[in-house]
């Protein structure tokens, strides 16, 4: 499955601040690409297997003979194929999502359906902003291969086909992410004040600067070796590929593509209780200057852990491995979680 024609795009700035696409999709352009004989091809792109796979491809099918559902999906696919760069507003999926869901029953029960064909058929827009930066292709189907792992993360807590992390997937498809080795990562400005005292100043003309985020997708253990090979490869892609977000820094601060930020869970002080002060997930969290905590972590862990959203009772949660154990322990008596946000210098 392809997008149609040449898909123009133009490309603003020197070096690229963004690319726009020149023109809107049709009904009869969706509907061409969601039942195209490179659907199963385009699926093992997007990293959509197995069970969701198969059950995902007859949906596709049916959406293109109601004609209110493809106009839905073709109004998605136009807002996340709209433009791509470094501050493009990413598509709102999240506001529109109960009344996606409501459509979607007339074809499957569950969520996420109606977006998820939508990213389908808009996937060349990012490829252009990645292209235009320096992103060689297989990485950049990478990057969009977070859809499938997060159809796996939705099935693994629901055992449905679905997605519910819509407005995240959306900032991949607005060029705000590269997966590179082990570690996830995206461009952003933050604020001096955090960054600098851990303190959140929230004026209009409070001084940003250009950082990289740290996502770590659940896809496996977080070797340290993997993890550093991680950072590197992205040190090396930024200071290459955006070395003019640093030009106007003065000499004191850190060189854009070596300075690191991370919101997470997994920055916790509980890992060297829980699992040991050596274990994988003990180590990760003891890399990060905090900046920032946060004690209403409590639905991060939930979710990260679990794959649950709330309402849950703490007491059905499995307890297979300690780390298991302890967050369902933490959620049960009330200690709750406790996540933080980190910067690392490189």
């Not at 109004?75 to 459509?103: C, M, Q, V, Y």
């Not at 607005?174 to 851990?198: K, M, N, S, T, Y």
């Not at 896809?219 to 993997?226: I, Q, W």
């Amino acid at each position: 499955m392809t997008e149609r024609r040449a898909d123009p795009f133009e490309i603003l700035g020197d070096p690229p601040v963004a690319v726009r696409a020149q023109e809107e999709l049709a009904a009869a352009d969706v509907a061409a690409m969601l039942t195209a004989p490179s659907r199963a091809a385009l699926f093992d792109l997007l990293g959509i297997t197995g069970v969701d796979a198969a059950e995902l491809a007859p949906l596709a099918d049916a959406a293109t003979e109601d004609a209110e559902l493809l106009a839905e999906v073709t109004t998605i696919a136009n807002s996340l194929r709209s433009a791509a760069g470094l501050e493009t507003p990413a598509a709102d999926l999240d506001a529109h999502k109960e009344r996606h869901d409501a459509l979607q029953q007339r074809l499957a029960p569950g969520e996420g359906l109606l977006p998820i064909l939508g990213f389908l058929v808009s996937t060349a827009t990012a490829r252009a902003w990645h292209a235009a930066r320096g992103l060689e292709e297989t990485s950049s189907w990478h990057v969009l291969a977070d859809l499938g792992q997060q159809m796996r993360v939705h099935r693994a807590g629901t055992d449905l086909l679905g997605l519910h992390q819509l407005n995240w997937v959306a900032s991949n498809w607005a060029g705000r992410l590269v997966h590179l080795g082990r570690l996830q990562f995206d461009i952003g400005r933050r604020r001096l004040a955090r960054l600098e005292q851990g303190a959140e100043r929230t004026a209009q003309d409070e001084p940003r600067r250009w950082v990289i985020g740290t996502h770590i997708p659940a896809t496996g253990p977080l070797d340290p070796a993997s993890v550093e090979e991680s950072f590197a490869a992205a040190t090396t892609y930024f200071t290459r590929h955006y070395a003019d977000l640093g030009a106007d820094r003065s000499a004191r601060e850190p060189r854009f593509g070596h300075e690191f930020v991370c919101d997470s869970w997994l920055l916790s002080d509980e890992f060297p209780e829980i699992v040991g002060a050596e274990s994988n997930l003990a180590r990760f969290a003891g890399l990060w200057e905090r900046i920032g905590t946060d004690p209403d972590g409590a639905d991060g862990a939930l979710f990260f852990v679990f794959g649950r959203r709330p309402p849950v009772d703490p007491a059905a949660l499995p307890r297979r491995t300690r780390l298991e154990e302890a967050v369902a322990e933490r959620l049960a008596d009330g200690r709750g979680w406790t996540s933080g946000s980190g910067r690392l210098l490189r």
